[in-house]
């Protein structure tokens, strides 16, 4: 699985745009991009996966670099709720192990 | 469908206990794993099945720890000789076969060895 390098902590302001980015160079061509997320007290949850294409669904949109050594979660309107550690990780296809790293806390200010 | 459930949601225990926690994932997936938290690390995998087949145990899971999921459902962790190095956050997960929408997590079961 590849190795993923994310910010420790980012923060924005309620209604902004947040970008989260992560680095994840040694992606193979088969791993998948996927995105959770953890609110304290609660188990993570899923929010995105994405292979070469950008994605999007109702909580966020994932762009993938061209040569798929970077990707940025955007969530377009950062809420309170918001408010979490998230965690990107490279899966491959054939794989069903989540290896999280450390992840980045953001921090939607009111 | 309620999700993935797990019980206790917090556990305080004397160290040298045994402790048991249970898992009910969603009733259609066929697999289920443990993960284990400890306070400001990201998840650590534990162990997986596929149904009531154990494919996979972390060399984190000593041999004080045993999982089972005898009718593919529900599944228990149990520890036994609990140590205070044991406090941590179990988290469990299921998914289908492929991992398109990802895994549910529970809640977890907090557990506190004193």
């Known amino acids: 699985d590849a190795k993923t390098t994310q910010p420790p902590s980012m923060d924005c302001a309620e209604g902004r745009a947040a970008n989260l980015p992560c680095n994840h160079s040694?992606?193979?061509?088969?791993?998948?991009v996927y995105w959770y997320r953890q609110i304290h007290s609660q188990g993570p949850q899923y929010i995105i996966h994405?292979?070469?294409n950008n994605e999007t669904n109702e909580m966020a949109s994932l762009i993938i670099t061209e040569d798929r050594k970077s990707s940025t979660l955007i969530l377009p309107h950062a809420t309170l709720r918001d408010t979490a550690v998230y965690y990107c990780?490279?899966?491959?296809?054939?794989?069903?192990?989540?290896?999280f790293g450390s992840g980045t806390r953001l921090l939607v200010r009111p | 469908d309620t999700g993935v459930s797990q019980n206790p949601r917090h556990k305080i225990t004397k160290r040298g206990q045994n402790v048991t926690f249970r898992c009910d994932p969603i009733?259609?997936?066929?697999?289920l794993y443990w993960y284990r938290q400890t306070l400001g690390q990201g998840p650590e995998f534990l162990t997986y099945?596929?149904?009531?087949?154990?494919?996979?145990k972390s060399r984190l899971l000593s041999d004080r720890f045993s999982a089972e999921r005898p009718k593919g459902s529900f599944s228990t962790l149990e520890i036994q000789r609990t140590e205070q190095g044991d406090s941590a956050m179990y988290l469990c997960?299921?998914?289908?076969?492929?991992?398109?929408?990802?895994?549910?997590f529970g809640s977890g079961t907090r557990l506190t060895v004193v």
């Open positions: 997960a299921s998914s289908g076969l492929e991992l398109n929408y990802g895994y549910t």
């Open positions: 040694t992606i193979s061509g088969n791993e998948y």
């Open positions: 994405g292979l070469k």
């Open positions: 990780m490279g899966v491959a296809d054939s794989s069903y192990k989540l290896i």
């Open positions: 009733s259609e997936h066929n697999r």
């Open positions: 099945f596929q149904n009531e087949a154990q494919l996979e």
